[in-house]
């Protein structure tokens, strides 16, 4: 579930028409299963649960706090901060977070070392309750990890926000991701966080039936020629609408 995402993509487009579908108990049955294969697999893989169960312990609640870097588009465009750069961002958001909240910080595998020691020695004596763990770096894509630990991602709709919806993490988004996001405001973490949990399941089903199309398929000349020309038909037909 890793998608580009902007205030006019498809999804926010059709958000209203997708949030009212209902699934059947067959679908419903097979959705489970699918998230309890996932999280079965990554809790499974994970190197991380020695170091986060002690922190969910130490405080009331835990958040994931991905970083996308600078040049990613999500924080030069959708970003509803508008920071100068990224430590700005990371700092404003320590600032806004209570201190009894966890705030679990991760790096994309493009950013090796984008924080001195001295830096994050700093940011730890500053904000308790800034978490960054050294291992944290010894894997590529690590947030994914993390989301079986965590109770919200605080994020700028990158693929680690659509992953909530396999893990049941409520979701803070600070760019445009409408459609699956509880809040947007950094004011209401404690707030959303208390709130009850929103089902998001008919989202994730239409997305994983529709429009996630899979890595075996999209390299299939044949099958995506099929797609596309039978997309092309519908839209010719219909038009655009939240069901091709």
């Not at 579930?1 to 059709?14: E, Q, R, V």
């Not at 700093?122 to 763990?133: A, M, N, S, T, V």
Request: charged content about 20%.
């Amino acid at each position: 579930l890793g998608m580009c995402f902007g205030i006019s993509s498809f999804l926010n487009k059709f958000q209203n028409d997708i949030k009212m579908i209902s699934l059947t108990a067959v679908q419903q049955e097979l959705l489970n299963n699918f998230k309890k294969a996932c999280q079965t697999i990554i809790r499974s893989k994970s190197p991380y649960e020695g170091i986060l169960r002690p922190l969910k312990e130490k405080f009331d609640n835990l958040v994931l706090l991905p970083l996308v870097g600078e040049r990613h588009y999500g924080f030069q465009g959708p970003c509803k901060l508008n920071m100068k750069n990224e430590y700005q961002y990371l700092v404003y958001i320590l600032e806004h977070i209570p201190k009894n909240i966890g705030v679990v910080v991760t790096y994309p595998p493009q950013l090796l070392n984008p924080y001195s020691s001295d830096t994050i020695s700093f940011l730890e004596k500053r904000y308790p309750h800034f978490i960054c763990h050294e291992d944290f770096r010894k894997y590529c894509s690590v947030s994914q990890y993390l989301l079986a630990y965590t109770d919200m991602v605080v994020g700028l709709g990158t693929g680690i926000c659509f992953q909530t919806l396999v893990w049941e993490n409520k979701l803070l988004d600070l760019g445009d991701m409408n459609i699956i996001a509880d809040s947007s405001d950094l004011g209401a973490v404690e707030k959303v966080l208390k709130r009850e949990l929103q089902n998001k399941d008919n989202i994730l089903y239409w997305m994983l039936t529709r429009y996630a199309i899979q890595k075996c398929y999209l390299y299939n000349p044949e099958w995506l020629s099929k797609y596309l020309i039978n997309s092309l038909d519908k839209f010719r037909i219909d038009g655009i609408n939240y069901d091709f």
